[in-house]
């Protein structure tokens, strides 16, 4: 069983030893922010489409007062 | 009409609808009993202990299943409308779980005694047979205190077989799991007192179920 | 102003919680000590000067060799062994020069090392051929704890190894589906209790909050399937934990069917909030009793050498935390946005009917 890991260990060492993890966690770290800013963006265009859809059901509202 | 008289009145119109319709309880019946005749075509009377144990609670299980995802003869909502004004919803709920532990009680124990007939039973002798039939009981009480409440909801959500097993099934899994680990305890051997906390498990989860269906069924119920 | 600084904090806590979870690194730690002689000598003398080869795992030996120590332990009893050669940074030899009678034959490999510290292989020796005598004594030498010296680093655990980091992915996911999911039973109560008139604003935060439950819940068990395969061997274990995941998934992708097989909108806010009550007690139930029938193989319960309570150590918990909180943020902002655009839809369709 331990011989397994043996054979991971230079892999492992190389990868954190060549900088590669770096380049993982840079690119994990990207893919987060671009989901916090495309879920940041998602929300104002809901918002902004709510507020649309509020003020049309007013003045529909209204004009059938009216 | 007191609380009492009321269940009493509703379990027996249950029991005698379901009579009147014989078909309904022989295609259950047939049901089970052809389950457990593939099961034997399959492997015989030579089934490992194992096999022996997961065959007997999938046969039984689907059995039961099938016996209470029919639809119920009163669920129209013209019976309906009469009950909500006639009777109390918890009332209602008890005796539909009464029925139903008498239903599934009868079907389980067709059904195991086939399957103890066609399958054999060299993995339990004497009062082995005995304790693991209390299981099954156990068992049936459990599914029939979760899926009169469960049926209840498929029925009105206007759903078929298909939703009661969707919404049934999963909380299902877990009671299965006790009596599998069960039957499989008695038969390596275990004495039975050392493996009986498993029956009280089952009969607590019985009284969570109903505790819980009784407390939201009103909910369900009204309109 | 707060609205922004939360989701930024969330976004912030979880760009902190990878880069560190994939950067730092893993601390060393003892992999074998095992016996080097290939045929087993049947004479009893050479027997008591067997030379064993001890394997580490991202250990420093051949920095200061000298200052290598290799104790066993068992219990309060520890004695020294002779370190005879260091091979390289992760491979030496000993000598297993030990008196006639034992007190055990299972050992605890220890070792004191100036930059890694103390290192420790549960139960790493299993000597024979000796009298075991439980109240024989060793002589006890001077042994004191050392801390590594070394930069920034995860702890060293036994099967785990570098898969520790799934650590800050895994067990958030569940935090946070459970989070979620108390949102959504909170809101099944207010909806039973308040929405008797017949509004369903109370079920729209239900759905919203199991639908996006139900992403972390998925995510929680396929990072645990993961973890699972490398640690336990298997994608799928049997395991009380694992049981109760897998239920709980299903039952609210049972609330989801319910939901969506109704049509009439009062009498579906009822129905899901009946079920989703009725199945958030049980599960709760479930997961609460049910571990306590059978052994697990997760952490802090039995069967499992690699975690202990002890084990999530201050490097671990400085991300763990971190993890968790910005989970719950992230997951809570992605249910007010489902919430917002649940509603919008809701909107949009009675414009459509005007």
Redesign the interface.
């Known amino acids: 069983m331990?011989h397994t890991?043996?054979q991971?260990?230079p892999i492992?060492?190389f990868f954190?030893g060549s900088g590669k993890?770096?380049v993982?966690?840079?690119v994990?770290?990207i893919?987060?922010?671009g989901?916090?800013l495309w879920?940041?963006r998602?929300?104002k265009r809901?918002?902004r489409?709510?507020d649309t859809?509020?003020r049309?059901?007013k003045s529909?509202n209204e004009s059938a007062e009216a | 009409m007191s609380a009492l008289s009321n269940i009493r009145f509703l379990l027996q119109h249950a029991i005698r609808v379901e009579l009147r319709n014989r078909h309904g309880i022989a295609g259950l019946l047939v049901f089970a009993v052809a389950a457990v005749y593939t099961c034997y075509q399959a492997t015989g009377t030579h089934a490992e202990q194992e096999s022996w144990n997961a065959l007997a609670w999938v046969v039984l299980l689907f059995a039961g299943f099938n016996a209470v995802s029919k639809p119920w003869a009163d669920d129209d909502e013209g019976v309906r409308a009469f009950l909500i004004h006639a009777i109390q919803p918890q009332h209602w709920l008890i005796a539909r779980t009464l029925y139903y532990m008498v239903l599934l009680g009868t079907v389980s124990t067709v059904t195991f005694a086939a399957f103890m007939l066609f399958m054999g039973m060299d993995h339990l002798s004497g009062w082995t047979a005995g304790h693991y039939y209390a299981g099954v009981m156990l068992t049936s009480t459990a599914l029939a205190s979760l899926l009169a409440m469960i049926q209840a909801l498929a029925s009105r959500a206007g759903g078929g077989f298909s939703l009661i097993a969707v919404l049934g099934l999963p909380l299902i899994i877990p009671v299965i799991l006790v009596s599998t680990r069960y039957g499989s305890d008695l038969m390596r051997g275990i004495a039975f007192g050392d493996t009986a906390h498993h029956l009280l498990f089952l009969a607590t989860l019985s009284a969570g179920f109903f505790a819980l269906g009784y407390i939201l069924f009103p909910y369900l119920w009204r309109d | 102003m707060i609205q922004r600084s939360w989701k930024i904090g969330g976004i912030a806590l979880l760009a902190y919680v990878f880069w560190t979870t994939f950067t730092v690194p893993l601390g060393p730690g003892l992999l074998e000590f095992r016996d080097r002689n290939e045929a087993a000598s049947t004479d009893w003398i050479t027997k008591r000067i067997e030379t064993y080869e001890l394997i580490g795992l991202g250990t420093h030996w051949t920095v200061q060799p000298e200052e290598l120590r290799l104790f066993i332990r068992k219990g309060d009893q520890i004695t020294p062994l002779p370190v005879i050669d260091v091979i390289d940074d992760t491979h030496a030899h000993a000598a297993l020069l030990l008196p006639d009678t034992l007190p055990s034959k299972a050992w605890d490999v220890l070792i004191n090392h100036p930059i890694d510290g103390t290192l420790f292989l549960q139960n790493g020796l299993f000597v024979e051929g000796f009298v075991v005598d439980e109240s024989a004594q060793l002589p006890r030498p001077q042994f004191e704890e050392r801390s590594a010296d070394l930069p920034h680093h995860f702890p060293f655990q036994p099967r785990i190894f570098e898969t520790i980091r799934n650590l800050m992915l895994h067990v958030p996911m569940w935090f946070t589906m459970f989070l979620l999911m108390g949102i959504a039973f909170v809101a099944s109560i207010h909806q039973l209790s308040k929405g008797a008139d017949g509004s369903s604003l109370f079920d729209l935060r239900a759905e919203a909050s199991v639908q996006v439950g139900m992403v972390f819940g998925v995510l929680g068990l396929l990072t645990g399937s993961l973890w699972a395969r490398y640690t336990w061997g298997a994608w799928w274990v049997d395991d009380p934990q694992l049981n109760g995941a897998l239920v709980t998934v299903l039952v609210y992708a049972g609330y989801l069917i319910l939901r969506g097989s109704v049509e009439d909108e009062r009498l579906k806010a009822r129905l899901a909030a009946v079920y989703n009550l009725f199945a958030f007690v049980i599960l709760m139930i479930l997961l609460m009793v049910l571990p306590r029938f059978t052994e697990s193989l997760h952490p802090g319960k039995g069967g499992n050498p690699g975690f202990n309570s002890y084990d999530l150590d201050s490097s671990l918990r400085a991300v763990f935390y971190p993890a968790v909180l910005g989970w719950m943020l992230l997951g809570t902002w992605m249910y007010r946005i489902r919430l917002q655009a649940t509603r919008l839809n809701q909107k949009l369709h009675r414009l459509n009917d005007e």
Do not use: K
Request: proline share 0%.
């Open positions: 331990f890991l043996l991971v260990n492992e060492g954190f993890s770096m993982v966690g840079g994990a770290v893919i987060i922010v989901l916090g879920m940041w998602m929300e809901i918002q489409l709510d859809a509020t049309q059901t529909s």
